[in-house]
């Protein structure tokens, strides 16, 4: 499902599959969205856990999420949150370059919001 926002959305791919998709807004652009999961890395690196370790306990995670696309349909009836942790644990494996931002089967893609013909008038 993608969450339209007024300045668009961005989604995050893994695998070949669209996981999870967040709005663009005034305040919520790229940037707030990357600097928010580079803050939750700092976070779990200052609470003592390794970068290997972090980096593997990820990837482990998003690899054993992606596999169960039915628990992602379970999943995505539930909470925001549920999508929070899911979006941005894919953005701090972008952040580790584990996963490449720009690949074929993976990364994130931004969609700008489509300005009609009658708008531009």
């Given amino acids: 499902m993608i969450n339209w926002g007024s300045k668009g959305d961005i989604?995050?791919?893994y695998d070949g599959k669209l996981i999870v998709s967040k709005p663009l807004t005034e305040t919520k652009t790229r940037s707030y969205y990357f600097t928010a999961a580079e803050q939750l890395l700092i976070d779990g690196l200052k609470g003592g856990e390794s970068l290997l370790d972090l980096r593997k306990r990820l990837t482990r995670f998003m690899k054993a999420f992606s596999k169960e696309s039915k628990y992602w349909r379970d999943i995505?009836?539930?909470?925001?949150?549920?999508?929070?942790?899911i979006f941005y644990t894919g953005l701090m494996l972008i952040k580790m370059n584990v996963v490449d931002a720009d690949g074929v089967d993976e990364g994130i893609l931004i969609m700008p919001k489509k300005e009609t013909l009658a708008r531009r008038q």
């Fill in 76 to 85: 995505e009836l539930k909470t925001p949150l549920d999508r929070d942790i």
């Fill in 11 to 13: 989604s995050f791919h």
